[in-house]
């Protein structure tokens, strides 16, 4: 009689694809006796269903082994797909209420899905390079899944600095000619624009002598090169034109009124023989010939002079 030693049915399993990293179960059938070659990767050699978790595609044989010491085998390709190259960028700091970008190159490979989180602050939270302006310093991750399916992440850090505290200080009206401290506050390095009439444009209260109305900028930056700014007008008035009238004579004992006009506030003197030295036109009665001089102011408080000479 002739005997016939039939190879015990075997099955390694369906071929698998994982990514880097991850784990895979074998699935095989056929034993009692399983044996499965090359040993690398795999968290038992000598069971169905071991855990594989190569580090780059490998071929595994498994051979069993039944009851009767027949022998067959069958092959498992694992493939191991790379990650997808994910690149968030550098950490970043930006000044409130200014933008940067994020990411770097490659961001992703053709194909890719990406998400950005938190989506809040940026221009597209789904493409490889959104312009960010979050309201305050946020961590970014960013996600993506290639086109094998591996996902792979990143992060990246946008440090929101506050801008410095300006203060140009308030508006002001000075008369022609004349000058005036600017009061500038901030902490940081300054610099006002423009710098017609001032004394010195990069320090906090330089003298401001314009010969027209201008509205300066102080602009300071900080440490961090964040800058803010603040604005204050100095008005120049024009001096009043003052007009102590023609010259007149009187007798002695005698008094003569005067003719000042120009001004809403006047002052004349010497004040010797007026009857009111603050009136436009006050009547004079000197006892020898004065020269008299008269101070008009305006509104803006803009004086202006003139003088008118009375022979006794």
Not at 128 to 149: L, W
Request: glycine residues 12%.
């Amino acid at each position: 009689m002739t005997v016939t030693e039939l190879a015990p049915p075997v099955d390694a399993g369906a071929d698998l694809a994982l990514c880097i990293g991850d784990t895979a179960q074998l699935n095989a059938s056929g034993g009692p006796g399983y044996s499965w070659t090359p040993r690398t990767g795999l968290s038992a050699t000598d069971i169905a269903d071991p855990l594989a978790f190569p580090a780059g595609t490998t071929t595994y044989t498994l051979t069993v082994t039944d009851a009767q010491g027949c022998v067959a085998s069958d092959a498992v390709t694992v493939t191991v797909n790379a990650l997808p190259v994910v690149d968030a960028g550098a950490d970043v700091a930006i000044c409130a209420g200014t933008t940067t970008t994020l990411g770097g190159s490659p961001t992703a490979p053709p194909g890719s899905t990406i998400l950005w989180s938190p989506g809040a602050g940026l221009s597209d939270p789904n493409v490889g390079n959104p312009t960010a302006q979050p309201g305050a310093t946020t961590t970014y991750i960013v996600g993506v899944q290639g086109p094998n399916g591996c996902v792979n992440s990143d992060t990246v850090t946008v440090t929101v600095n506050a801008l410095p505290a300006v203060s140009a200080g308030n508006d002001t009206t000075i008369c022609t000619g004349a000058s005036v401290q600017l009061d500038g506050s901030g902490t940081g390095s300054f610099l006002w624009t423009p710098a017609t009439g001032l004394s010195d444009a990069t320090v906090e209260d330089p003298i401001a002598t314009p010969t027209v109305t201008i509205t300066y900028t102080l602009t300071v930056t900080d440490a961090n090169q964040c800058s803010a700014s603040d604005d204050v007008t100095v008005s120049v008035g024009s001096l009043p034109t003052a007009d102590a009238g023609p010259d007149v004579w009187v007798c002695p004992g005698f008094d003569v009124q005067l003719q000042g006009t120009g001004g809403t506030h006047y002052s004349w003197s010497p004040t010797a023989g007026l009857n009111d030295p603050t009136i436009a036109s006050p009547l004079a009665a000197p006892s020898s010939t004065t020269i008299y001089t008269l101070t008009v102011t305006d509104a803006a408080g803009c004086s202006g002079t003139d003088q008118v000479t009375v022979t006794v």
